[in-house]
């Protein structure tokens, strides 16, 4: 029962994390930068500049907006294509761990054995956290070049310097949930695909301890000789000792016998 709710959670949580990523790509104010008003005023604003991953514009005071979209892909700014194509590397990679967490689960029924199913789950936890690494790359690439503007001494002063907008943080959020859906998946199949070592008892003389490390062979362990078998070693040797003390007795006899005859 608890695996099952572990994955359900897990599920629930790494999709609400891929529908936040998805929705930043279509959103806008990525960044944003205000101009004030007349005489350096702060209160009244005249304009408003933002930008996203597909166009850069200009809204005025009488809630005009211009827009310029941007070109073909091969004459954008190099970090913007960086963003877009890490983005999309990430939503892809996510919806393929979405599809296999859903057959891979248990309260499914899709796959086949407990064995299969957990290796599918796992699979889709690894295509999970590859894909929200993948999306908080994108992310923290975008939020360094707003910062590295931002706080640059030597920035010319009629230059726009950019804010951090609602769209980052979104994101930011999603790929964490990404990354905590997935650890929700690893933890309900860790110990079937990783079992830990077990005491095998094969005869009534021996102990067989399977070994720790996988590097070992099947036929590689540690035996130990129970008390029975030490009993029988010991037993054992007395009773050679006793006949070869025989031995020695009769042929000491015989050999005074014959002497004597």
């Known amino acids: 029962m608890k695996k099952r709710i572990f994955q359900i959670l897990g599920f629930l949580v790494s999709t609400l994390g891929w529908l936040f990523v998805s929705c930043t790509m279509a959103m806008d104010y990525w960044r944003v930068s205000q101009i004030g008003g007349q005489g350096g005023s702060n ?10 991953l597909w166009k850069d514009c200009f809204i005025d005071s009488t809630a005009v907006v211009n827009c310029r979209d941007f070109s073909v892909l091969w004459s954008v700014t190099p970090f913007i294509q960086g963003v877009r194509g890490l983005l999309m590397i990430g939503l892809g990679l996510g919806f393929v761990g979405a599809i296999l967490a ?27 956290i590859v894909g929200g690494i993948s999306d908080m790359a994108g992310y923290c690439l975008y939020i360094n070049r707003i910062a590295r503007t931002a706080f640059n001494p030597n920035l010319d002063p009629t230059s726009l310097r950019y804010d951090i907008g609602t769209p980052l943080f979104l994101g930011l959020v999603g790929s964490f949930l ?19 070592p077990k005491v095998v008892y094969a005869y009534a003389s021996k102990t067989y301890v399977t070994p720790r490390t996988r590097s070992r062979t099947l036929y590689t362990g540690y035996y130990r000789p129970s008390r029975q078998s030490k009993r029988s070693t010991l037993s054992s040797g007395s009773k050679s000792s006793e006949l070869s003390n025989i031995s020695q007795i009769t042929d000491e006899k015989i050999s005074d016998r014959d002497v004597f005859v």
Do not use: Q
Not at 103 to 124: A, H, P, Q, R, W
Not at 178 to 196: D, K, N, Q, S
């Open 102 to 128: 859903f057959v891979g689960m248990e309260c499914t029924y899709l796959g086949g054995t407990d064995e299969i199913n957990d290796k599918v789950l796992f699979s889709g936890a690894i295509f999970h």
């Open 43 to 52: 209160i009244i604003k005249v304009g408003w500049y933002w930008s996203n």
């Open 178 to 196: 990404i990354l905590v859906g997935a650890i929700f998946y690893l933890v309900t199949v860790y110990r079937v695909l990783f079992p830990e």
